[in-house]
């Protein structure tokens, strides 16, 4: 068998979620003679992150840091548990800590090769003197408030670079990651903060990942009971409705004293922008997660100030897509992980146009963005973000007349042909706690639905079996002839 990898395969996917499968993606690389790209957004601006953005600006890292940590062979564990490492949950201890790595106490270091230990402790060193240039105390500070290590190190090392793809390549170096097999894209390369919006179909339009995807209050700028947020469209605009409305941004008005107050703090973000991009969010959790007032119907990005924008995708990660054999949208959330992805400029064309297949592996449970959702939903959405991009690559930009929505009204042979452009399989578990699949509905539009063992986990939700889910993926992406196998689908089977 051929040592040089054949086939390419390209995971879109967030963090948290879809790191469970990367044992899956490993196992599939190995008995596929694969290489694997794993492309990911940058607009969380949620935990230990939204410190670093605050202060520094610059993406959102969290996603990068804990894949390409979960990356790290365990032949490296030492590197691996450092760049795990969070600092305590105490602000006073953590920076204390926090010490301990520039001055080489800390047992974390101990495992770990003396010369990667000092360049470790190089980068966050630069990182400390940024963090001391920018302190003006008491209202200007650094929170090392549950940092992550790892992240620490990216922005270091991406501050003193100034390249966040080095950054990237650092850390993987550093780890032992085998690029030659797998790589790590973000979905926009750029030394700026990317923010996301939510319009939901009642008008309510959210701002910044956090919101949409798991809310909390603020942890680093104290709220001014003297700042007006709109929330929604219709607060301020009465004639609004759940139509799509790209160029309707929540209204913020602020008197002087309260702009007074929010500027005496320094921080990277700019004059005038949203004051609920401004603060950290530390605390964020998804243990509980109110429901949404509506569905969502669209994503967008936001610059500073509350405008839509359309940033230019990572031209690596584009290639990556319009060069592969397989596409897989990943487990995780809907709207906050794969849609900032999707609905960048060229990423639609790139997968309607490249993979042969398009494999869409189902959540195992709803969430907060998706409650109520079904198979079809779930394809509905990545079609409407992919014919969005594709519509934007074409117009250069959006408008109330691009609307996907309005494809589904068509001639089901004509949603057939739309569909299959960006869905040709889903990978799904049938158990009443995942979305509901229609498999007569799906089948009418050309997907074709492979079932999954499942297994239950430590936290009573059914989760992928990983064995299984490698075999349907390799069922998958064995088909080099296109022709059908004889058995379409596999029987669920829930393991305790």
Known sequence: M??????????????????????VFNELIEKNNCTLSYIIPISDNGGSSS??????????????????VRLIPPSNAGILNLFNHRLPTSPQAASAEFLTLLDLTSPLYNPIPTPQALLIRSILSHLHLEILKRTRSPSSSFNFQSASIGNLFLTGARLFSGSFESAIYLLAIIGGVDESRTAVLPAIVSNFTHHISAGLEDG??????????????????????????????????PQAHAAYTPNVVPSIHINDDSSHQHHQI?????????????????????????????????????????????PSPNPNAVAAIR??????????????????????????????TGPRFKVLVLNGSLDRETG???????????????????????????????DPRSMWTGEVTDIAATVRRYVTHLVH????????????????WGVECVRCYGRRGEDGKIWYDEKG??????????????????????????TD
């Open 2 to 23: 051929s040592t040089t990898p054949s086939r390419k395969v390209v995971i879109l996917s967030g963090g948290t979620a879809a790191n469970s499968l990367v044992d």
């Open 51 to 68: 410190e670093l953005i605050r202060v520094f600006g610059g993406p959102g890292i969290g996603d990068i840091r804990s894949r390409l």
């Open 204 to 237: 309510t339009v959210i701002t910044g990942q956090n919101a949409i995807s798991h809310p909390s209050a603020p942890t680093a700028l104290p709220e001014s009971p003297n700042v007006t947020v709109y929330s929604t469209v219709a607060d301020h605009h």
């Open 266 to 310: 320094e921080d990277a973000t700019l004059p005038g922008s949203l004051p609920t991009l401004r603060p950290s969010f530390l605390t964020a959790s998804k243990a509980h997660e109110p429901p949404l007032p509506s569905p969502i119907h669209r994503i967008w990005y936001i610059n500073p100030y509350g405008q839509e924008m359309h």
């Open 323 to 352: 060069a592969a054999d397989a596409v897989v949208y990943s487990i995780g959330s809907l709207y906050t992980s794969l849609a900032p992805v999707l609905i960048l400029s060229g990423v639609g064309e790139a997968v309607a």
């Open 372 to 402: 109520g959702y079904t198979a079809v939903d779930f394809v509905k959405a990545v079609v409407e973000c992919c014919e969005s991009s594709l519509r934007l690559s074409e117009s250069g930009c959006a408008t109330a007349d691009d």
């Open 429 to 444: 578990i049938d158990h009443p706690t995942a979305p509901a699949v229609d498999r007569e509905a799906l089948g009418a």
């Open 469 to 494: 889910l490698g075999q349907a993926l390799g069922v998958v992406l064995g088909r080099r002839d296109g022709k059908e196998r004889g058995e379409r689908s596999r029987r669920n089977t829930i």
